[in-house]
């Protein structure tokens, strides 16, 4: 049975750079799947931040795009999310999911999110 | 802003049918792009109710079923359980976001 597992710091000063881990167990991070991170910002919904497929090529929400980097380690089964210039609007429950494949205009985007992570709390405070 | 559009809370007796509408436009639900529903157990990952509009993943009850009417796409549970209270969220793809995947804002069902 596939297994997400997120880790990483739970505390950020504004400012700062967040950087998340997902363990992938269960599974081949090196398959034909996207691998992305969703957050839920405090009363708010889902946002899809973005995907990575295994041989690097990555998609970004437009909204956060200018901050954000996720890349894969096919070595030790894991893909990783950084977030610079953290502001308290960032403050959310991030979650790494496996997503599958849509193809768009020629060419294959992100899809649908199907296995999920736990999620991990970030606060962003002074 | 989400991108689609779902009521912010539905609520039904144990026994109840009830409905979760997620409404969208012309570049996402109604340009025909898949609509997924997760269901959201606070403080557990998301679980896939439906996908590619009306599929249930193995393990789904029949009591969930998906449908679409033009923009706007539904999320259908009878016989309402107690553990069926959750956030539920519809997913879709947007043209104007060069197919990237939307949510909508989610819905809170309380079972009464």
């Known amino acids: 049975q596939m297994h997400l597992q997120e880790s990483g710091p739970g505390l950020l000063r504004p400012s700062e750079t967040l950087s998340l881990t997902c363990t992938v167990s269960?599974?081949?991070?090196?398959?034909?799947?996207?691998w992305g991170w969703i957050r839920q910002s405090p009363g708010k919904g889902l946002e899809w931040i973005g995907g990575?497929?295994?041989?690097?090529?990555?998609f970004y929400n437009p909204s956060l795009e200018s901050r954000v980097a996720i890349s894969v380690d096919t070595s030790k089964n894991q893909f990783s999310l950084k977030v610079t210039s953290l502001t308290t609007a960032d403050t959310a429950v991030y979650y790494c999911?496996?997503?599958?494949?849509?193809?768009?205009?020629?060419?294959?985007?992100?899809?649908?999110?199907?296995?999920w992570g736990q999620g991990t709390l970030v606060t962003v405070s002074s | 802003q989400s991108v689609l559009t779902q009521p912010p809370s539905v609520s039904g007796a144990p026994g109840q049918r009830v409905t979760i509408s997620c409404t969208g436009n012309?570049?996402?639900?109604?340009?025909?792009?898949?609509v997924q529903w997760y269901q959201h157990v606070p403080g557990t990952a998301p679980k896939l109710l439906i996908y590619?509009?009306?599929t249930r993943p193995s393990g789904v009850p029949d009591r969930f079923s998906g449908s679409k009417s033009g923009t706007s796409a539904s999320l259908a549970i009878t016989g309402l359980q107690a553990e069926d209270e959750a956030d539920y969220y519809c997913?879709?793809?947007?043209?104007?976001?060069?197919?990237?995947?939307?949510f909508g804002g989610g819905t809170k069902l309380t079972v009464l």
């Open positions: 997913q879709s793809y947007d043209n104007s976001l060069s197919g990237l995947l939307v």
């Open positions: 590619d509009l009306t």
């Open positions: 990575v497929f295994y041989g690097g090529q990555s």
């Open positions: 999911a496996r997503q599958g494949v849509f193809f768009w205009s020629g060419s294959y985007r992100p899809g649908s999110p199907d296995y």
């Open positions: 012309s570049s996402n639900i109604g340009a025909g792009y898949a």
């Open positions: 269960g599974g081949v991070i090196s398959s034909s799947y996207y």
